[in-house]
């Protein structure tokens, strides 16, 4: 990685303006409601292709001691440590043919995760095992998604293909009664929700869309019947086919490659460009393998959540940031070096100097790797990133890039306008109409909108009162957990609590902390729990006084589902985690504090 060559090869000045003009295109008032929902004529977008057996079974009217509605890895996590708690009657109920959540929705060509491996994968040393590779692609994370659920018995008394349509409490018995799209009706004592922060993929608004006479799909729902091949390429199908892809973000710098290797001709649709930093993959190193102690990879995990919420100091003699080697922390190192040159005692403002100054430093890398690789200059230049580091999703990826060199490739740039229009052939852009055979959405998933239209069901809590009636000013919780009137419900997800990029580390506290909960619940035959709405009110205000201090989520940064599309609707603000994108670790610690002091402050238990 060249961490130096660019660090005095930047005007701060003119990238100040830059960034702000670049933002200002691409800010627009509708906001989250530029994308269209898929319902109606558009459902069939949600489809599941991967289903090889469709299951018919009787509708179940039964009772558990909890269940776990999301099969992804929250629910899986749920599951694993409400086992090690020595909880038995679990039910998971899970939408897809297996478990995997996102990893089972996303299996377009290239799918990868681009958090190493060692990290991003959960219970490694619970389950004895080691990645081979630094990085894992998504067929290795659904097996290791199988692998937890075999290892923890979740597939025992599990209702996949099953969706939940509706849960309603049954104050006289306390149980939750839930209601699935199987004519099933669950009585749960505990319910875990955990229906993940990209589990709704979306459309983008644009006029016409509905018009397309050719093969259209979502990248959540790749259609390997018309493509042919799979997650490894092979796309055989689409040797003789003109390709249009929609959006320019993490998927799609995924899979273009794979596209562009098969597809007669690919045109490349872009808003705005993702930072596309070097993937450096490599074999796992089987000799530090075996010199890791035990704990080493929850550590692990902290310190990559500490780098990425800005607290990646000293710790011990350990640095924190040596024991990675790839993009994630190119900044930290360009931050550390900086401050190092700027000697003792730096003043304030001067550390908030050399903070932007490293992330200049770390986009300018990321802009010249870009004119390294890609031959066309026009093309070189629609490509790059004006943003800083963190304001959108950063993709490790070797063979992004490089596609655009290919002579059936088009980088269509719409200058952050957005496609104009959808035609009954094709796409246009500036009055130009590209013709296609099949049209490609990777254009994301819903993360702004309402948490039951997420979900897909609603909650009709305690004297009737329905979840999504009581959050329709945002939401209402104790740390995100807990909401007051839907008693023994408890959500894992990002609203009101954490968001880190590695994903699964604020899923496993979620997960913990739960765990921790029910089994004192059932020591002290506890039977209703629920937060007082002093302790709604308290987090609320906590939650609303936290601020993102780094460029995530900040007003300055260009629009995307980190920043709300750059809105400030204070209803959404609301839904946002804890600290905004730099608390995880703070909101791990209040978690920590309240297991810590056993009366459970807050909480009604009865
Ligand atoms: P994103 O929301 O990141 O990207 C959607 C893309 O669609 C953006 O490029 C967006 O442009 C574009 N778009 C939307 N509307 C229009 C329009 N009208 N015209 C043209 N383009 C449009 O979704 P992804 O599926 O790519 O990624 C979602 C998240 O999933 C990631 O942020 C990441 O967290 C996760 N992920 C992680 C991966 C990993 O670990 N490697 C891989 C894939 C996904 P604009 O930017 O201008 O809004």
């Known amino acids: 990685?060249?961490?130096?060559?660019?660090?005095?090869?930047?005007?701060?000045?003119?990238?100040?303006?830059?960034?702000?003009?670049?933002?200002?295109?691409?800010?627009?008032?509708?906001?989250?409601?530029?994308?269209?929902?898929?319902?109606?004529?558009?459902?069939?977008?949600?489809?599941?292709?991967?289903?090889?057996?469709?299951i018919d079974r009787a509708p179940l009217e039964d009772e558990v001691e909890v269940a776990i509605i999301g099969g992804g890895l929250g629910g899986l996590l749920a599951g694993a440590r409400l086992r090690e708690a020595g909880i038995e009657d679990i039910r998971m109920i899970e939408k897809g043919a297996d478990f995997g959540g996102t990893w089972y929705w996303n299996r377009y060509p290239g799918a990868a995760c681009d958090i190493e491996a060692y990290t991003y994968l959960p219970l490694l040393e619970e389950l004895n095992y080691m990645p081979p590779r630094k990085f894992c692609d998504a067929p290795e994370i659904l097996a290791h998604c199988r692998r937890i659920a075999e290892h923890y018995r979740l597939y025992d008394n599990a209702c996949l293909q099953t969706e939940v349509k509706k849960m309603v409490w049954d104050e006289s018995a306390r149980r939750w009664i839930i209601h699935t799209d199987r004519n099933d009706k669950i009585r749960a004592r505990f319910v875990i929700m955990v229906n993940g922060p990209l589990n709704r993929p979306k459309l983008p608004g644009i006029p016409g869309i509905s018009n397309f006479k050719g093969h259209t799909f979502h990248t959540s729902r790749w259609d390997y019947r018309y493509t042919g091949g799979d997650a490894h390429g092979n796309l055989t199908g689409l040797r003789d086919k003109r390709v249009g892809i929609i959006g320019t973000g993490a998927t799609a710098v995924q899979c273009v490659s794979?596209?562009?290797?098969?597809?007669?001709?690919?045109?490349?649709?872009?808003?705005?460009?993702?930072?596309?930093?070097?993937?450096?993959?490599?074999?796992?190193?089987?000799?530090?393998?075996?010199?890791?102690?035990?704990?080493?990879?929850?550590?692990?995990?902290?310190?990559?959540?500490?780098?990425?919420?800005?607290?990646?100091?000293?710790?011990?003699?350990?640095d924190q940031l040596d024991q990675f080697d790839d993009a994630w922390v190119e900044m930290g190192k360009i931050?550390?070096?900086?401050?190092?040159?700027?000697?003792?005692?730096?003043?304030?403002?001067k550390v908030l100097e050399i903070f932007e100054l490293s992330n200049f430093e770390k986009m300018e890398n990321i802009r010249r790797r870009v004119d390294e690789i890609v031959k066309d200059k026009e093309t070189a230049e629609a490509l790059k990133p004006w943003y800083a580091f963190m304001c959108k999703r950063p993709c490790l990826d070797d063979r992004y890039l490089p596609t655009f060199n290919r002579p059936n490739v088009k980088l269509v740039d719409t200058k952050g306008k957005g496609v104009e229009r959808i035609t009954e052939k094709g796409v246009v852009v500036e009055g130009v109409e590209y013709e296609v055979d099949c049209l490609i959405f990777a254009t994301g998933f819903e993360v702004g909108t309402d948490y039951t239209r997420r979900a897909g069901y609603d909650l009709i809590g305690v004297g009737g009162q329905s979840?999504?009636?009581?959050?329709?000013?945002?939401?209402?919780?104790?740390?995100?957990?807990?909401?007051?009137?839907?008693?023994?419900?408890?959500?894992?997800?990002?609203?009101?609590a954490s968001f880190t990029a590695n994903y699964p580390d604020g899923l496993d506290e979620g997960a913990k902390h739960i765990a921790h909960l029910i089994t004192q619940f059932e020591e002290r035959g506890i039977t209703k729990v629920e937060p007082t709405a002093e302790a709604e009110k308290a987090w609320a205000a906590e939650v609303l006084g936290t601020k993102a201090s780094g460029p995530?989520?900040?007003?300055?940064?260009?629009?995307?589902?980190?920043?709300?599309?750059?809105?400030?609707?204070?209803?959404?603000?609301?839904?946002?985690?804890?600290?905004?994108?730099?608390?995880?670790?703070?909101?791990?610690?209040?978690?920590?504090?309240?297991?810590?002091?056993g009366d459970m402050p807050g909480l009604e238990l009865s």
């Not at 931050?335 to 403002?349: F, I, L, N, S, T």
């Not at 909401?483 to 609203?495: L, Y």
């Not at 260009?558 to 804890?578: C, V």
């Open 1 to 54: 990685m060249s961490t130096h060559a660019a660090r005095e090869n930047f005007d701060p000045e003119f990238l100040r303006r830059k960034y702000a003009e670049e933002r200002d295109k691409r800010l627009r008032p509708d906001g989250n409601q530029q994308y269209q929902e898929m319902k109606g004529e558009f459902s069939y977008f949600l489809e599941d292709p991967y289903v090889e057996t469709p």
């Open 258 to 318: 794979y596209l562009g290797e098969w597809a007669k001709q690919l045109y490349v649709f872009q808003r705005t460009p993702s930072g596309v930093d070097p993937r450096n993959d490599h074999p796992t190193d089987m000799n530090w393998a075996a010199s890791l102690k035990p704990g080493w990879q929850k550590q692990r995990q902290k310190d990559f959540t500490a780098i990425l919420t800005g607290r990646g100091g000293r710790r011990g003699e350990i």
């Open 335 to 349: 931050y550390r070096r900086r401050m190092r040159e700027a000697g003792k005692d730096v003043p304030r403002e």
């Open 467 to 496: 979840l999504e009636e009581k959050w329709k000013d945002g939401m209402v919780t104790l740390f995100g957990i807990h909401s007051r009137g839907f008693p023994n419900c408890f959500i894992v997800g990002n609203g009101q």
């Open 552 to 597: 995530q989520g900040g007003a300055g940064c260009t629009p995307g589902y980190y920043n709300l599309e750059g809105q400030h609707d204070p209803r959404a603000r609301r839904n946002q985690p804890f600290g905004g994108m730099m608390g995880a670790n703070a909101y791990f610690e209040r978690l920590e504090a309240f297991r810590a002091a």
